[in-house]
């Protein structure tokens, strides 16, 4: 993974690399980005495409680590069962 450094211009937009648009994975037809903060000094820019993939590999991740293969539902029944607090 390469490092580039972008410059904020005057009207707070900078011009990504074409390069670093290829380690992306991200084409060069029009693509639009969702951006979000991730601490100071921190953004985060990713397709949608990305963020879905992202989402399911937890999801997947979840199942694996629970070794279960039960809907969400009979997941949250169950551990309410299990919580005598919540009686």
Known sequence: ???YVLTLDRKRR????SRLLAEAEIGEEEVRMV???DGRGR???ETRAAIIDR???RA???????NKRESA???LLSDR??????S
Request: hydrophobic share 40%.
């Open 1 to 3: 993974m390469s490092e």
């Open 14 to 17: 900078f011009t990504v690399p």
């Open 35 to 37: 951006a979000h903060a």
């Open 43 to 45: 953004l985060v820019v």
């Open 55 to 57: 989402i399911r590999q």
């Open 60 to 66: 997947r991740q979840g199942r694996d680590t629970t």
């Open 73 to 75: 539902a009979d997941t």
């Open 81 to 86: 069962a299990q919580d005598v607090s919540l």
